[in-house]
């Protein structure tokens, strides 16, 4: 196995998915339609729930850089374990490695790392599809973060209600999602936030809101949300850095990359909601003017 890979097993599936055969893109499909969880049943159990062989199994393990099926199995058991660590857990696997250097220079090598490894792996044509369906207006667009993607889905927001109409936070006490959903046109938008440890709350609502035909757009961490079998559009962002806590400093560049690509494709209309909306701050004394 490639030890300085460093890509979850997701990422090599979709890293090699145009070298695979018919039936190596027939397993592949199956793995993430239902990962990790398929990944982790025996090799026998894993082939009959794809379609395929046993011998296509480890063929394919073998492609993504394991040594067979019982090593890719290894890393997705490594990997759930990754997705449940608590911010104790996770302080403790940075505290067991050799501290080189001042935090913050460690903290922002890793950010950077992180940013290298995302791009490298993020479509553009899928950012390009995601920034197209926001920007339609015909399409009404609602947000909503967990405990702590909160904040980014907030971040979101607040530009998005500026760039164009139609668009809705979810608030975030979770009783009154279905009063959401019960909104939710056939075409609509959902773009949600969800890292490890990954909510029960935001799978639930991705899949109230797939079942009335709403367009899911996934924020998520390199592992994946399990709300990711419900989006149609996925972003996959590496989150670690040497803390107790997970870095969303990705995340944000990707939704305000986002962000500036839609406000692009409607600007004539972002600029006549922008000059209203300075109107209505001046009306209001929201900020202060020097001159």
Same mark, same amino acid.
């Given at each position: 196995?490639?030890?300085?890979? &460093? ?15 018919? /039936? ?5 499909? /199956? ?11 025996? =090799?026998?159990?894993?082939?009959? *729930? ?14 993504? &850089? ?10 997705? @058991? ?31 090598? /890793?950010?950077?790392?992180? =940013?290298?490894?995302? $791009? ?8 390009? /599809? ?45 009783? *009154? ?18 890292? @490890? ?20 757009? $996934?924020? !998520? ?37 986002? =962000? ?9 209309? !972002?600029?006549? @909601? ?11 004394? $929201? ?5």
């Amino acid at each position: 196995m490639d030890a300085s890979n &460093g890509k979850t097993v997701a990422e090599r599936l979709r890293g090699a998915f145009e070298t695979l055969t018919r /039936a190596e893109r027939q397993l592949a499909n /199956a793995l993430l339609d239902n990962y990790p969880l398929l990944g982790l049943e025996s =090799i026998t159990a894993v082939a009959d *729930s794809a379609g395929v062989s046993t011998p296509t199994v480890v063929r394919m393990a073998k492609k993504l &850089g394991f040594g067979g099926f019982p090593e890719m199995q290894a890393a997705l @058991r490594a990997e759930l374990q990754a997705t449940i660590s608590n911010p104790i857990a996770k302080h403790d696997q940075w505290a067991e490695s050799p501290l080189e250097g001042h935090l913050l220079s460690r903290f922002a090598d /890793a950010v950077t790392e992180n =940013i290298r490894q995302t $791009l490298n792996q993020l479509d553009k044509r899928t950012f390009d /599809a995601v920034a197209d369906l926001l920007a339609d207006e015909g399409r009404n667009v609602h947000v909503v973060g967990g405990r702590i993607t909160r904040s980014m889905a907030d971040h979101f927001f607040t530009h998005m209600q500026v760039i164009r109409p139609g668009v809705t936070q979810i608030a975030s006490n979770s009783n *009154s999602w279905p009063h959401y959903v019960l909104n939710m046109r056939a075409g609509d938008i959902l773009v949600a936030f969800d890292i @490890r440890r990954y909510e029960h709350d935001i799978l639930r609502l991705a899949e109230m809101a797939r079942a009335r035909d709403v367009t899911v757009v $996934l924020f !998520t961490d390199q592992w994946g949300s399990p709300a990711a079998r419900h989006a149609a559009h996925r972003f996959h962002a590496r989150i670690q850095v040497p803390s107790a806590w997970d870095s969303t400093a990705v995340i944000l560049f990707i939704a305000e990359a986002l =962000i500036a690509a839609i406000e692009t494709r409607t600007w004539e209309t !972002t600029r006549a @909601r922008m000059n209203e909306l300075e109107e209505l701050f001046d009306k209001t004394r $929201l900020f202060r003017k020097f001159v």
